[in-house]
């Protein structure tokens, strides 16, 4: 009796959590990000998180580090030789806003129109977690210009599991407007 008991205690928490699915997302990426004003073509990885403030709005802030890219320069004359070498060029990006999702099923068009800073740093340090951390830390004193990012996407689950890719144009501001296209992959976890 005391089993049966208990088991009702447990299903009777468990079934408002299962159909309260999706008010919560958590999530990483890999993302593709191209600085047209240099063609430097950049990827990294980020994560994100995402409240459910309407049926079909989600609050969503996410953060990505993009790691140092290397470069090659050519010569056109005879007896040249091809350098390859490290940029050191590496960037930050921090977003906010909103996600509208068209339809309840498990495949799910999405628009998002996010705001938040966009940092390029020259680093000559390895790509690493702690040169992701002084990257955060020293924010405050390297040159942060802010960032307007339309997009849009799809992302399909299967149950608390889902996968999620968007694309769209990270617009920075710095002087006048800069326009770099941007994709992003990645799983979630719904909640």
């Known amino acids: ?8 205690f447990l299903a009777s928490w468990l079934v408002p959590l299962a ?7 958590v999530g990483a990426y890999g993302d593709y990000f191209r600085v047209t004003q240099t063609s430097t073509d950049m990827a990294g990885l980020g994560a994100r998180v995402g409240y459910k403030a309407f049926s079909h709005v989600m609050l969503e802030g996410e953060m990505s580090y993009d790691f ?9 004359s005879g007896g040249c030789t091809v350098t390859v070498a490290n ?3 590496k960037v930050l990006h921090g977003m906010f806003g909103p996600k509208f999702i068209g339809g309840r099923h498990a495949i799910r068009p999405f628009l998002t129109v996010k705001g938040g800073f966009i940092n390029f740093r020259l680093d000559p340090r390895p790509p690493s977690f702690s040169g992701f951390v002084s990257s ?14 339309p997009a849009i996407g799809g992302e399909g689950h299967l149950g608390p599991i889902g996968l999620r890719m968007e694309v769209g144009d990270e ?7 800069h326009h770099n296209p941007r994709l992003a992959v990645g799983p979630f976890l719904r909640f």
């Open 171 to 177: 617009m920075y501001f710095a002087g006048s407007t």
């Open 19 to 25: 159909s309260a699915q999706d008010h919560f997302q």
């Open 87 to 89: 940029s050191n060029l």
């Open 1 to 8: 009796m005391k089993r049966v008991a208990l088991l009702l």
């Open 68 to 76: 140092g890219q290397a470069f090659t320069e050519r010569c056109l």
């Open 136 to 149: 955060v830390d020293n924010l405050r004193s390297n040159n942060v210009s802010a960032v307007l990012y």
